[in-house]
């Protein structure tokens, strides 16, 4: 690989990084600050509409940064163990992201939700 294509590369995963931790971070600061003043159109902000708000931007920013983690260990590192390495963080982040959706919607992903029915056909 030339090294003008690794340099390149190398500033597009630091950036999907930067992007991604930019998220959580103002994903948090956004959800404290509807949380504290109140923004979500009703008088009463729930401590369980907040978690859901900092949980969905802990989900967006972890896949930003799961692709940065894929681009700079498949273009830079191609050995057994960084492949590894690469396996169980993407592992351990799926997991972080099942549990948190489990927290967000109250309910495993593969569950549908249920459909009342009127009785007509």
Same mark, same amino acid.
């Given at each position: 690989m030339s090294k003008n294509l690794q340099i390149f590369v190398e500033y597009t995963a630091t950036l999907i990084e930067v992007i991604g931790i930019? !998220? *959580?971070v103002l994903g948090a600061f956004w959800a404290l600050g509807r949380y504290l003043f109140k923004r979500q159109g009703k008088p009463f902000? %729930?401590?369980k509409i907040i978690r859901e708000e900092l949980g969905r931007a802990i989900l967006l920013g972890l896949e930003f940064l799961v692709a940065a983690d894929i681009i700079a260990t498949v273009v830079f590192e191609t050995t057994t163990k960084s492949i590894l390495n690469l396996g169980l963080i993407v592992l351990i982040r799926i997991i972080l992201s099942f549990t948190l959706e !489990?927290? *967000?919607e109250g309910k495993f992903p593969w569950k549908q939700? %249920?459909?009342k029915t009127t009785g007509k056909e």
């Open positions: 930019l !998220i *959580i902000r %729930s401590f !489990i927290e *967000i939700k %249920s459909h």
